[in-house]
C-alpha cells in the first residue's frame, strides 16, 4: 500500500514571492513591489488567507486581481484553499511600494 505525499503548508515568504507572479493589468508591477498585499496568514492544513488592497476602491480590474491571487496561491505545493480579502484601510499609497517597485513605476513613467 503506497502512502501519498501531502506537502506542508508553505511559510508566508513563499506566498509572498509566488505573489510577485501577479501583476495590477493597469500597472505592470507585481503586487508586492506595488504594496498591494496586507497580509498573509497560513493555517496548519494549509488553508491560506491574504489580505490585499488596490490601487483605487473603484479599480477596473478588482475581480481579476482576486481571481490571480487566489489561483496564483492555490498552486502552491502544501495549500489547501486560498481566501483574498480586499481591505480598504489603510488606503493605499505610494509610499507602501517598495523601492524595485518605485523604480520600476518610474521606468514605465508613471512616476
Known sequence: MSETMVAAPPGEETIREALRDCCDPEIPVNMVDLGLLYGVEVGPEGRVRVEMTL????????????VQVRERVEEI?????????????????????TEDGRVMMRILGFG
Open 55 to 66: 490601487t483605487s476602491v473603484g479599480c477596473p480590474e478588482a475581480e481579476s486581481m482576486v
Open 77 to 97: 505545493p502544501g495549500v489547501t484553499s486560498c481566501e483574498v480579502a480586499l481591505v480598504w484601510t489603510p488606503p493605499w499609497d505610494r509610499e507602501m511600494m
